[in-house]
């Protein structure tokens, strides 16, 4: 699967790319996005696409979050 790169080298994802690296369906990921609990899209001729490192960051403070509540 190709991921895209900008003219600025920044990589962008695309929504297939999501759900395969998060494991998620579409729809979930829909969802957190209607419910602020997820990063909104930006768009590119009408394509939803998220910037790579901005997902990284977003998985790594969820888990995080995730690895606190397990040690209280």
């Not at 395969?20 to 969802?31: G, N, Q, R």
């Amino acid at each position: 699967m190709e991921v895209v790169t900008n003219t600025h080298g920044k990589s962008l994802l695309r929504m297939k790319h999501l759900t395969d690296k998060l494991s998620l369906s579409k729809s979930t990921i829909w969802l957190w996005i209607r419910n602020n609990e997820f990063p909104k899209p930006n768009k590119i001729n009408g394509v939803s696409v998220w910037k790579a490192d901005t997902i990284d960051k977003w998985v790594e403070d969820n888990t995080e979050q995730s690895d606190k509540r397990e040690e209280n």
